[in-house]
């Protein structure tokens, strides 16, 4: 049964976290791959990400072509409104499915980068639709894979997310296998293929399906409480900026079949709330299906292969020791063999200012 809360406060927080912000904010910027004269295409690229992905290109390169490739014509259309062909002439909008490598291979033909962002994202809903999911997140990872090497393509770089880390929903073990076989195609390219790469990072602060957005919809439309699942819930923040220049900095110094990890920061969903809607009362719903307490980005089964930088870390193949010696050699350090990143024990935590810092970055440029 569904029970009323009055807000934490985030003085005293409720799991015990530091009152003050910890964390630091990365812009995730340097180095970054050179886009200028390529052909790029981008999967799912009418999502948030692709959108953000797209103004970032508009904005800071002059690539040859930049094809949207999505499987949904209404979303297209709305994003052609803002993102048009006729103000920008090397951007393309392509149909297609990642279900279908046909199209796929036909659409990759001259592309030089490949963002694999497409993908069936809800928790819930895969939950449900358990065959749809695997024909999208797994089938559809496949259908890239083999679309790109066929294709000639230069670098293909996959978007993942920390639900893929331990999973315990459908939706994290399909984009578990398909961070696997991404990690497995760059050995299947050969050494003149393909580049393949994977990133994986927490929740988006703007994306549609965020609780940032969902919350702020909920004050704006004078709601009395905000529904809270579980009051010790935490889980990892980006913004859509850092999400982008984190795969672009990813891509600059991929050897190939790493998976790269952010250091960002952490935040429990009540002090979330307390901080978008401070006087409303909290109304804790229960866990739904698939759901975790907390997140994981690396797991400690992975610690053996993972290593440090400043401010990420690389999983890399476990099969692979030339590219751990590579980055062993540019100043990466080996992480301990109990180690593990998770978002109820991350040295990095936002509180009050830095939420609303992340909350500004985000809806300033709306």
Known sequence: MSTNIAPAKIATN??????ESTFVHREFNDPRIDLNGKTIMITGGTGSFGKQFVQTIIDEFKPAKLIIFSRDELKQYE????????????????????????????AM??????????????????????????????????????????????????????????????YGASKLAAD??????????????PTFSVVRYGNV??????????????????ATELPITDPRMTRFWITLNQA??????????????????????????????????????????GIRPGEK???????IDDAHSTLELSDRYVILP????????????EGAKKVADDFYYASDSNPEMLDAKGLQMLLDETYSKK
């Open 180 to 193: 696997k076989i991404f990690s497995a195609a760059h050995a299947m390219s050969g050494q003149s293929g």
């Open 109 to 170: 033909r001259g592309v030089d980068i490949v963002i694999h962002a497409a993908a069936l994202k809800h928790v819930t809903i895969a939950e449900y639709n358990p065959f749809e999911c695997i024909k999208t997140n797994v089938i559809g990872a496949e259908n890239v894979v083999r679309a790109a090497i066929s294709a000639d393509v230069g670098h293909v770089c996959a978007l993942s997310t920390d639900k893929a880390a331990n999973p315990i929903n459908l």
């Open 205 to 222: 602060v703007g994306s549609r399906g965020s609780v940032a957005p969902f919350f702020r919809k909920l004050v704006a439309e004078g």
């Open 14 to 19: 409720n799991i015990g976290f530091p009152v």
């Open 79 to 106: 994003m052609a409104q803002t993102f048009s062909p006729t103000d920008i002439p090397y951007i393309r909008y392509f149909i297609g499915d990642v279900r279908d490598e046909n199209r796929l291979t036909q």
């Open 244 to 285: 982008v220049n984190f795969v672009l900095s990813s891509m600059e110094i991929s050897k190939g079949g790493e998976i790269f990890v952010p250091k960002i920061p952490a935040m429990s969903t009540v002090d979330m709330a307390q901080t978008i809607a401070p006087d409303l009362p909290h109304k804790i719903i």
């Open 318 to 329: 476990s099969h692979d020791s030339w590219r751990k010696q590579a980055y062993l050699d």
């Open 293 to 299: 307490l907390h997140e994981t980005m690396v797991p």
